[in-house]
T-cell receptor
């Protein structure tokens, strides 16, 4: 089974703090994604990466950056957290031959 | 515009009853459609995948249908259990297969 691990399930940060969300997958998949999920809005794509050091902006990249230095690890960075970034963040990896997305358990971030 | 719409937004049913969730999409070119189940506070998990040529697919008590002509899918849950309480998300992918469009989900509550 594919395992996608998000290191922090719950975080509470203050406005202006730098936040790192880590995601690790164990299947050598090339494509990895970061989404945020808000009530009534569904999942929205922040960034995705199709290989090491490669990244593409999604639908809502403002206020976020990403890092993919190793194939198994995809990090989401909030340089200066704001209250409107309070959300559930979901990391996913893609099994290319079936087109199935595998999600981590999510990181619920609260910015005060 | 590529969109996925789900109905109803929320649903409450008695344990043991059946229910049907709807998904309408306008994604083109269509690759496949998946239904995901998301338990509260957890990441989504795939239930079924439907490709263009498939009309019906079952996974235990879950049966998904797809009408590619009308661009509609449904997820039927038979003999509901308390553990079926979750959000059900319809996800449509577009060719070449790494673009995903998410519905906002149907929140299902099964009560004893």
């Amino acid at each position: 089974d594919v395992k996608v691990t998000q290191s922090s399930r719950y975080l509470v940060k203050r406005t202006g703090e730098k936040v790192f969300l880590e995601c690790v997958q164990d299947m050598d998949h090339e494509n990895m994604f970061w989404y945020r999920q808000d009530p009534g809005l569904g999942l929205r794509l922040i960034y995705f990466s199709y290989d090491v050091k490669m990244k593409e902006k999604g639908d809502i990249p403002e206020g976020y950056s990403v890092s993919r230095e190793k194939k198994e690890r995809f990090s989401l960075i909030l340089e200066s957290a704001s209250t409107n970034q309070t959300s559930m963040y979901l990391c996913a990896t893609l099994l290319a031959n079936t087109g199935e997305l595998f999600f981590g358990e999510g990181s619920r971030l609260t910015v005060l | 515009k590529n969109q996925v719409e789900q109905s109803p937004q929320s649903l409450i049913i008695l344990e043991g009853k059946n229910c049907t969730l709807q998904c309408n999409y306008t994604v083109s070119p269509f690759s496949n459609l998946r239904w995901y189940k998301q338990d509260t506070g957890r990441g989504p998990v795939s239930l079924t995948i439907m490709t263009f040529s498939e009309n019906t697919k079952s996974n235990g008590r879950y049966t998904a249908t797809l009408d590619a002509d009308t661009k509609q899918s449904s997820l039927h849950i038979t003999a509901s259990q308390l553990s079926d309480s979750a959000s059900y998300i319809c996800v449509v992918s577009a060719h070449p297969g790494n673009q995903f469009y998410f519905g906002t989900g149907t929140s299902l509550t099964v009560i004893p």
